[in-house]
């Protein structure tokens, strides 16, 4: 390790797709097209609830597509990228210049294993359980794919621009991981069992529209 009107481990590279221009670089009026922002809440790095600390937390985007009701559109997918929170990395914005005029009401978020990670995601943090010193935890997942699907509502005008905001909240899925039973080595770590398809079925919530930002 993939979450306005759609108030939508390896090395952890740079969030910015490599396979899409930025507004303006391909001669293209800068600012216009659809824009795509990402936001955690809570906060990551951080204090996603009173037991848990997460320190990191990267997905391997295999594909990232603003799906028009026309249909797929090539213009507003990017690829193969790593989407990371951490010290020294928060996601910036995803921007399709040449995405075309119309309303978009899906996003599509595809993580698959691939060159950039040997997991789907990996996260990272502690968990401290009543008084006791703090565990180190990791949450990796080498399955073949997850997708995710979000509902939208936006439009973009000819000769205009639009902004969607995403967010990420890992908070129901970390809540839900049994860590007692996890807690067996100094590094408490959730890679395979019934508990990882569990937090796999809830991570795919954990993405949605952010109602509280505008996307700029």
Not at 18 to 33: A, I
Not at 56 to 61: G, H, R, S
Not at 90 to 114: D, R, W
């Amino acid at each position: 390790m993939v979450f306005a009107g759609c108030h939508i481990g390896g090395s952890v590279s740079p969030d910015a797709p490599d396979d899409g221009p930025g507004p303006g670089s391909d001669g293209s009026n800068s600012g216009l097209g659809m824009s795509v922002t990402w936001h955690a809440d809570p906060a990551l790095p951080g204090m996603v609830t009173s037991e848990i600390v997460v320190t990191e937390a990267t997905f391997q985007i295999d594909h990232f597509e603003v799906v028009g009701d026309a249909g797929v559109d090539g213009r507003t997918t990017h690829s193969r990228y790593l989407l990371a929170w951490d010290s020294s990395h928060k996601p910036g914005k995803e921007s399709f210049p040449q995405a075309p005029v119309g309303v978009y009401s899906k996003v599509n978020l595809v993580m698959s294993v691939g060159s950039l990670s040997e997991n789907l995601y990996e996260i990272r943090g502690t968990w401290t359980d009543s008084g006791a010193s703090p565990r180190p935890f990791r949450i990796r997942d080498r399955g073949m794919s997850l997708s995710v699907m979000i509902d939208c509502n936006e439009t973009l005008p000819a000769a205009g621009s639009a902004s969607m905001a995403l967010k990420i909240d890992l908070r129901d899925a970390l809540n839900g991981v049994n860590w007692k039973m996890l807690a067996e080595d100094d590094e408490i770590d959730l890679r395979d069992g019934p508990q990882l398809n569990m937090f796999r079925t809830r991570l795919r919530t954990a993405f949605e529209v952010d109602d509280d930002e505008d996307g700029d």
